[in-house]
C-alpha cells in the first residue's frame, strides 16, 4: 500500500507520461494540480516508488516512467464509471442512431467506429454459441435429393446449411416441411436444442428431422469459431516509437486465435483491464487490452475490446469500451425485437 502522497506522485507521473510519453522528472510533478510538496520531497518519493517497482528510469539522467505495476495502481485507483466527453457522447449516439443491417456489417462498422474515438485499435467478437433467437426458417430445393436450409436469426445474421437427401423430395414436401420448420422454431435459440412436432407425414417428418440436425451441425463441418471483427490497427502504429514493435504487434493483431484467446482469458480472470506482461501474449507484452462484454436479450453474445500501449488514456478507454459494448447490446435487441 502506498501513502497518500506517493498515490498521488505516482498518479501525477502516469498522466504526465501518458500526455507526453516523455519520462517525468520531479520538477514536473511538483508544478502538478494539486501537487504542495518541493521538487526534492517529490524526487524522494519518486525514488522509493522506483525501488519499490512502480517507476523505472529509462537513463540515469532521465525522469522516471511508469512500469506495469504503476500502470495497475492507477488503473485500481480510477473510477469504476468514467464518462466520456460531450464530443465523443455525441458521436456515440449519431454511430447507434445509424447502426442497421446485417449483424455482421454492424460488428465490423462498430469496431471501426471504437477504434476512431479511441485512435486505438479495436475488435468486437462474436461469440461462437450465439444466443441470438430464430427468426425464420426456409428450405429451398436445389436439385432433386439437395435442399438448402436457409435461417434467419433476430439479430440479422443469417445462417446455412446444404442437406442431402437418400430419396428424392417433392416441390410439395420441401414446401410444407419448410412451414412446418418455420411454425416450430420461430423464438427458439439455434445454438439451444431444436425439437419439431411430427406431423405424421413421414416424408416431411423425414425432411424436417434431417433439416433440424443440419441445424445442429457447423455449416462446414467444423467446430463452430467466434467471429472476429478488427478495425484500427493501424492506429497502433502512431503508439509506438520502435518499428520493431509496431511489427510484432500488427502481425499478431492479424492471428485471429491469440486476440480471441487473450479476450477470453482477461474476462476469465474477471479483469476489464490487462496491462503489459499481466495478459501472458509475449509480443502484446507493450500493450494493454480493455475489454467488455456485450449482451443481446439478456445473454452474453460477445465482447468489445481495445488494444493499445501500455501508456493509453486508460479512464477514456475504459469508459468508452463500456459504453460502445452497451449500447452495441442495446442496439442488438432492439433489432431482435422489431423484427
Known sequence: MLD????????????EYIRTA???????????????????TVRNDMGALEREGYLAQPHTSAG?????????????SLAPTGRLDPSQSHQVREFFARAHGELE?????????????????????????????????QLVSLAPKLVLVVVVLANGAIEKRSLELAVEASPATVAAASAHLDAALEGRSLSGQ?????????????????????????????EPEPQVYLGGAASMAAAF?????????????????????????VLDRGLSVAIGAEHGVE???????????????????????ILGPTRMHYEQTL???????????????????ER
Open 4 to 15: 497518500e502522497r506517493k498515490a498521488a506522485i505516482l498518479r501525477a507521473v502516469v498522466e
Open 22 to 40: 516523455q519520462p517525468v522528472g520531479s520538477a514536473a510533478v511538483a508544478r502538478a494540480r494539486g501537487m504542495s510538496v518541493s521538487p526534492a
Open 64 to 76: 522516471r516512467v511508469p512500469t506495469d505495476k504503476g500502470y495497475r495502481f492507477f488503473v485500481d
Open 105 to 137: 456489417r454492424m460488428l465490423a462498422d462498430t469496431s471501426r467506429f471504437l477504434a476512431g474515438l479511441t485512435h486505438y485499435a479495436a475488435v468486437v467478437v462474436r461469440d461462437a454459441e450465439d444466443p441470438a433467437r430464430i427468426r425464420s426458417v
Open 194 to 222: 431444436l425439437e419439431v412436432p411430427p406431423t405424421g407425414d413421414p416424408a416431411l417428418d423425414g425432411l424436417a428431422s434431417a433439416a433440424v440436425a443440419a441445424l445442429g451441425r457447423p455449416h462446414d463441418g467444423a
Open 241 to 265: 516509437d520502435a518499428a520493431a514493435t509496431i511489427q510484432r504487434v500488427l502481425e499478431t493483431l492479424e492471428q485471429q486465435y491469440v486476440v480471441v484467446t487473450l479476450i477470453k482469458d
Open 283 to 305: 509480443p502484446l507484452a507493450d500493450c494493454s487490452v480493455v475489454v467488455a462484454p456485450y449482451e443481446v436479450e439478456g445473454e452474453q453474445a460477445g465482447t468489445v475490446g
Open 319 to 337: 469508459a468508452a469500451v463500456a459504453v460502445v459494448s452497451r449500447r452495441l447490446g442495446q442496439a442488438l435487441s432492439k433489432g431482435s425485437e
